[in-house]
């Protein structure tokens, strides 16, 4: 793990009697890409523009390295962001917009041609540079108001949800180019948005957030198979949420009941203890379906399909088994609804995951 090099400490901002942030502490490691994740309104703007210095930090503490910054004015930390909305100015050209934060620091004339010819030709938008932004597409904005950020060759670069304004497919790809030119100049990144596929694809690091509260730090991959609660279970991704019981725990698994059947989960480190009612979390993806029964009946629960569709690159099923209906994803799409009526599900020992919180 690289060293640490954005420190949050316990920090807070109210507005009114609003509490945008309630005591957020995370660790940014150098050269990361860190997802702050969570719905409308829950502070992630809040937290971006307090660590990029827009609003004063009214409790706890950001360090960038060993710097402690509560008290740097903005444009002295090194830290630049990228406004939802691009703010480009619109009277100036793209060239000129670039330039703009290198004549404020007054840089030399040759320095400054340099720096953003240089810039541009790393984004592929040389020949923007004498339009205004009113004369390019929205993926081109998003550039130059990346190479704005980028010239100014910041210490950790603040991104605000700076692909929503674009379609859907064009999402796809300025997500994946911007992921290769923040691993190419391994500046540490920190981005907002409410998009968990967003987050999931580009993070070295999540912080899925609710109402001013971080609620889980992680991986991707723990955000996703490992969340600590319903809400991230729930905001991330689809997720069967069941309602069960601990009937035993044992070395190297808990057992689990689910209305008659008794599940056999690989989680032997979770803090729960026979009786305790739990929620049973389980990916759609993750369930195998058969037409019969399975000789080996571990996990095994009996259901009855009540829908199907096609989403191209799985086939979604609605499996009534319980007291639930399950959703189960078979990534199979040349076998179109071959399941029909009744069927058994099965549950992996080791993808099944247990939330201490009841549903
Ligand atoms: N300048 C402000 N004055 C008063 N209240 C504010 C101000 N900025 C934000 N808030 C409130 O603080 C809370 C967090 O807002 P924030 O903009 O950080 O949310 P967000 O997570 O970025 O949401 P979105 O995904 O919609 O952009 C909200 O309740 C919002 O109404
Ligand atoms: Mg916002």
Not at 19 to 35: E, H
Not at 54 to 60: A, N, P, R, S, T
Not at 94 to 101: K, R
Not at 259 to 282: H, M, N, S, W, Y
């Amino acid at each position: 793990m690289n060293s640490v090099h954005l420190k949050i400490c316990n920090v807070a901002k109210s507005f009114g009697n609003v509490q945008a942030l309630k005591n957020i502490s995370i660790d940014v490691p150098k050269g990361s890409f860190t997802t702050f994740l969570g719905p409308s309104g829950c502070g992630k703007t809040t937290m971006l523009r307090t660590i990029a210095g827009f609003y004063e930090v009214e409790k706890g503490e950001i360090y960038i390295g060993e710097r402690l910054i509560n008290y740097v004015p903005s444009h002295q930390r090194n830290a630049i962001m990228v406004f939802q909305d691009y703010a480009l100015f619109p009277h100036m050209s793209i060239g000129e917009n670039i330039a703009y934060g290198l004549k404020i620091q007054k840089l030399s004339a040759k320095e400054i041609k340099n720096r953003v010819g240089r810039t541009m030709e790393f984004l592929g938008i040389q020949e923007l540079e004498k339009r205004n932004p009113g004369q390019i597409s929205g993926g081109q904005q998003q550039r130059a108001a990346l190479a704005r950020a980028l010239v100014m060759e910041p210490e950790v670069l603040l991104l605000d949800e700076p692909l929503s304004n674009l379609d859907a497919k064009l999402r796809m790809t300025i997500r994946a180019e911007l992921r290769q030119i923040q691993r190419q100049l391994g500046i540490t990144t920190i981005y907002v948005t409410h998009d968990q596929a967003e987050a999931l694809a580009l993070s070295d690091q999540i912080a899925v957030m609710n109402k001013g509260e971080l609620t889980q730090t992680g991986s991707p991959w723990e955000i996703y198979y490992k969340p600590v609660s319903i809400f991230v279970a729930d905001f991330v991704g689809t997720a069967n949420l069941l309602k069960g019981r601990v009937t035993q725990k044992s070395k190297g698994y808990i057992q689990a009941q689910y209305g008659k059947t008794f599940l056999r989960i690989d989680e032997p480190d979770q803090d729960v203890e026979r009786g305790d009612a739990i929620t049973i979390c389980i990916r759609p993806e993750t369930i195998d379906l058969f037409k019969k029964a399975p000789s080996d009946q571990t996990n095994i629960l009996k259901g009855k399909i009540r829908n199907f569709i096609f989403e191209g690159p799985h086939i979604r099923y609605w499996v009534e088994a319980g007291e639930e209906t399950l959703l189960v994803d078979v990534s199979d799409p040349s076998e179109m609804g071959i399941y029909k009526d009744e069927v058994y599900l099965r549950f992996h020992p080791r993808k099944t995951h247990i939330i201490s919180e009841k549903v």
